[in-house]
């Protein structure tokens, strides 16, 4: 049994550009999957947030109207009432990784929020790269690669092929144009190797250690492969 840690928003507002707050958190499909799919074949999880906050679920992702149909937020929203691992989550300054095999970042603007600036995610990815342990990313989660600092100061993950949320996936949606700055444009900004897929469509990225999915279409296909890493 591998112990995966979830690194997730706690974050339930998102600040746009003209300093007005959107309501959001994490993006259920991009959570519950993963998650269903590493404790089904038969690994941990342990949550952990900037501060130990309950991660909010951005309630777009779990309304029937918005999120295409009945059926999926329905189930999205029992796992997220019923699952304990969301319910109790560690503090990330209080993080041991020493304890851990792998890591996980489910998206949602929440991560855009917070985790694009939070030096101990940062730091935690750094180190699980840097000791060998499968990281997996999906959607707006790879905001959280961007505090990620080597003992030289350089990012080590640029170094790697990675995807994640497109702008043009951001201008398809509600808010290309409202956006403090668009993840795509900020992760290439900072010498990464963003490869972009065709929009809202499954995509994936595994490179070494790392697997990255672009979207919440990407979240099984990253779970899996996530899970082929940590054997």
């Known amino acids: 049994m591998a112990k995966i840690l979830f690194i997730m928003t706690g ?6 550009n003209d300093g007005t707050k959107h309501t959001t958190g994490y993006w259920a499909e991009e959570a519950v999957v993963p998650l269903q799919a590493f404790k089904d074949a038969g690994h941990a999880v342990t949550v952990a947030t900037p501060g130990g906050v309950v991660p ?5 992702s779990l309304d029937p109207a918005l999120a295409g149909g009945d ?5 999205f929203r029992e796992a997220v009432a019923a699952a304990p691992e969301f319910a109790a989550p560690l503090d990330l300054a209080a993080i041991d990784l020493t304890g851990f095999d792998a890591l996980y970042v489910p998206g949602g603007h929440g991560p855009m929020e917070d985790l694009s600036g939070d030096p101990h995610a940062g730091a935690l990815l750094a180190d699980a790269l840097a000791s060998g342990k499968p990281v997996g990313l999906v959607c707006h989660g790879l905001a959280a690669l961007l505090p990620a600092a080597g003992p030289d100061g350089v990012n080590p993950f640029a170094a ?7 702008d043009r996936e951001e201008h398809l949606g509600a808010f290309g144009d409202k956006a403090p700055w668009l993840l795509q444009t900020r992760l290439e900004a900072a010498g990464f190797n963003f490869q972009a897929g065709e929009p809202f469509a499954p995509h994936v990225e595994v490179d070494r250690t790392v697997v990255t999915g672009q979207n919440p279409q990407s979240s099984r296909a990253a779970a899996d492969e996530l899970l082929k890493l940590i054997g």
């Open 11 to 16: 974050a339930n507002e998102w600040t746009l």
């Open 56 to 60: 909010p679920a951005d309630p777009v």
């Open 71 to 75: 059926e999926a937020p329905a189930r």
């Open 160 to 166: 790697h092929r990675i995807t994640g949320f497109t």
